[in-house]
């Protein structure tokens, strides 16, 4: 499952799921500043605090920011 970390007043973040749209890839959307839980999950993720937009399929491999050839190498696309 492809989760991405975001805030929502980042222009970068709606880059990325506009992308991931436009690539038919289904993705589940962790707010940070809404949700406690994501935001320490991303931080363990990354080791950053606030870094959005994060983007992984394993919890283990990211993509921060949004950078289409490394996110279609993530995503294998």
Do not use: N
Not at 15 to 26: G, I
């Amino acid at each position: 499952m492809v989760k991405v970390y975001t805030i929502q007043s980042c222009p970068w973040c709606h880059k990325v799921k506009r992308y991931l749209k436009s690539k038919d890839v289904e993705f589940e959307e962790l707010d940070i500043e809404k949700d406690a839980a994501a935001r320490e999950a991303c931080k363990k993720l990354t080791g950053m605090d606030w870094a959005v937009p994060v983007t992984t399929i394993d919890g283990e491999h990211y993509v921060i920011d949004f950078d289409k050839e490394a996110l279609d190498d993530l995503l294998c696309l």
